[in-house]
């Protein structure tokens, strides 16, 4: 069945450590999103990729990086930058002909 | 203030009760998500519509283009539709989603 894996389900991770969360898809999707989901806050867009060697900085991008060498592949890092990692993070994909969206069972990161 | 706001934050029903959640925005959109968060995290996309009325099951979404309004209502609730139901706008590229920041329903049997 097609859809987003996104591994870890849950990372723990020591302060000052940078740590990668990893997403993939098997839709042949083009776009893929990464967002952060902090407690009593909607979903915040993290960056976001259309195309493969391209991406682009959402509403929260400092302390984060990613890297879309592969279609099926969009990873963020969670630099040691990020004021404050601890958080839900969630994938996506999207079809742009369809407009529909996809999304991953999200990564939970605590940093201690 | 937020571009998509949601009501309410929580709602307790008893099993069999037909349920609301209201969904006002702000911005331009070309389409609007109604997508279902579990306790464990994952989120399901339940509706994308930008018109009119859709229906799955016991679910049913609706939009209001020019009052800017969009309704989920669950007829015969089930405890199984316990979940967070959130609300999402998308412009015209689709690479902006504005999120509500979504109502939490308990469903007692």
């Known amino acids: 069945d097609g859809g987003i894996t996104q591994s870890p389900k849950y990372l723990f991770r020591k302060e000052g450590q940078n740590v990668t969360l990893s997403c993939e898809q098997n839709l042949n999707h083009d776009a893929m999103y990464w967002y952060r989901q902090d407690p009593g806050q909607g979903l915040r867009l993290i960056y976001y990729s259309q195309i493969v060697n391209d991406f682009q900085k959402g509403d929260i991008a400092e302390g984060y990086s990613v890297s879309r060498e592969k279609k099926e592949s969009f990873p963020l890092t969670v630099t040691s930058a990020q004021k404050n990692p601890t958080a839900f993070y969630l994938c996506?994909?999207?079809?742009?002909?369809?407009?529909?969206?996809?999304f991953g069972s999200g990564t939970r990161l605590t940093v201690v | 203030k937020n571009e998509v706001e949601q009501s309410p934050q929580n709602l307790t029903a008893q099993e069999g009760e037909f349920i609301t959640i209201n969904c006002s925005y702000s911005v331009g959109i070309s389409a609007l998500h109604w997508l279902q968060q579990h306790p464990g995290g994952g989120i399901v996309s339940l509706f994308m519509l930008s018109s009119g009325k859709k229906k799955h099951g016991r679910l049913i979404a609706t939009i209001n283009i020019q009052e800017k309004h969009s309704s989920l209502h669950i007829t015969a609730s089930h405890p199984r539709d316990s979940a967070v139901y959130i609300c999402?706008?998308?412009?015209?590229?689709?690479?902006?989603?504005?999120f509500g920041t979504g109502t939490s329903l308990t469903v007692i049997p």
């Open positions: 996506a994909s999207r079809d742009p002909g369809r407009r529909g969206y996809t």
């Open positions: 999402a706008a998308t412009e015209d590229t689709g690479n902006q989603f504005y």
